[in-house]
Nanobody
Framework: QVQLVESGGGSVQAGGSLRLSCAASGYRYSSICMGWFRQVQGKEREGVAVKYLNVILSNGGGVTYYADSVKGRFTISQGNGKNTVSLQMNSLKPEDTAMYYC???????????????????WGKGTQVTVSS
């Protein structure tokens, strides 16, 4: 059974930074699309950033995708473990406040990366709160 475990998150003032990490276990795919979605209560879940991971090569490369609202402020990268991704969030804004979920699916990310129903595996979520 594939499991995604998030860490990080918390509360910060506007302009501050936070780092999220997600570790995947229990899967046997050679490549995965893995990243982050967020959801504010009462609103639809939205894609934040995802990254294509070649588990075999594990060289840190791979195409990345970002929502326009976070470009230039957030950076997704492959973590120290080959099955992990990290999301460095800088210049945080109050509108970034949400529950952040790690998501993954086998294969490439592609132009549909932001569609949450395309993802098979989900973490339990971690709260990010940005105060003004």
């Amino acid at each position: 059974q594939v499991q995604l475990v998030e860490s990080g998150g918390g509360s910060v003032q506007a302009g501050g930074s936070l780092r999220l990490s997600c570790a995947a276990s229990g899967y046997r795919y050679s490549s995965i699309c893995m990243g982050w979605f967020r959801q504010v209560q009462g609103k639809e879940r939205e894609g934040v950033a995802v990254k294509y991971l070649n588990v075999i090569l594990s060289n840190g490369g791979g195409v990345t995708y970002y929502a326009d609202s976070v470009k230039g402020r957030f950076t997704i990268s492959q973590g120290n473990g080959k099955n992990t991704v990290s999301l460095q969030m800088n210049s945080l804004k109050p509108e970034d406040t949400a529950m952040y979920y790690c998501a993954a699916r086998s294969g490439a990310c592609g132009d549909s990366w932001y569609i949450d129903t395309r993802y098979t595996y989900w973490g339990k979520g971690t709260q990010v709160t940005v105060s003004s």
